[in-house]
């Protein structure tokens, strides 16, 4: 049976198993299908696991919190013109909207450097959620970490200089921009953390798109 490597960026690492290969019980265990109208609980059900995505997002998601009350107009810095409706409009909502393509586009590069070409985006609504996915592409644990934190990390580090170098008023507002865009990052911080949670085994996932559903394999033995 042939094997697909991953492309470009990832081509030095070993050959990613096919759909098939994955479904040869022998070598692999399916460990979880994940209906994409289920995401919402999955996530809420993993929030409080340790790993070191949710530590990453959990510790950023109290900084930004703690600065987003510290920097607060009139709170503890005096402040003549305090804009406070102004400042929780662009902080919450305005740059927020705002962000969202440049966080799924930091999804899609990476997926396409990897060797998909077969991308996709959905919304659900009910769930409030915006996704970007690859139809029938295998990764492994490793580029899946890659493809789903590169957003966090990238606009975080972002969101980070400019609070630093900004105004008082704008430290203020991007604290609070920096908080709700890291709680948009727990689903991929939670799936990160539920593929980096069976040890020393093989890790991998591909998506149907058509069906809305991901399916995550496990190597029955240690890599």
């Known amino acids: ?127 409030g959620i915006i996704y970007v996915t690859a139809h029938r592409f295998v990764v492994t644990g490793r580029v899946f970490a890659i493809i789903a934190l590169i957003p966090f990390v990238f606009i975080t580090l972002i969101l980070g200089i400019f609070i630093l170098i900004s105004p008082l008023w704008w430290k203020w507002v991007l604290s609070m921009t920096l908080f709700v865009h890291t709680t948009m990052c727990t689903g991929d911080a939670a799936l990160t953390g539920f593929m980096n949670s069976f040890g020393k085994r093989s890790v991998c996932t591909w998506d149907d798109a058509e069906l809305k559903e991901a399916y995550f394999y496990a190597s029955v033995q240690t890599a």
């Open 1 to 127: 049976m042939p094997l697909r490597a991953d492309h470009y960026l990832w081509s030095a690492v070993k050959p990613v198993p096919t759909i098939e290969e994955l479904k040869d019980t022998s070598s692999w265990e399916k460990v979880l299908t994940l209906p994409y109208d289920e995401i919402a609980p999955f996530v809420i059900g993993h929030i409080s696991s340790i790993s070191i995505p949710m530590m990453l997002v959990w510790l950023t998601a109290i900084a930004s919190l703690f600065l987003s009350v510290w920097y607060w107009p009139g709170l503890v810095f005096p402040s003549e013109d305090p804009r406070v409706l102004a400042g929780l409009t662009v902080g919450l909502l305005i740059i927020p909207i705002l962000l969202v393509p440049l966080h799924e586009g930091s999804h899609i590069l990476p997926f396409w450097l990897a060797g998909a070409r077969d991308i996709r985006y959905g919304v659900n609504l009910r769930q």
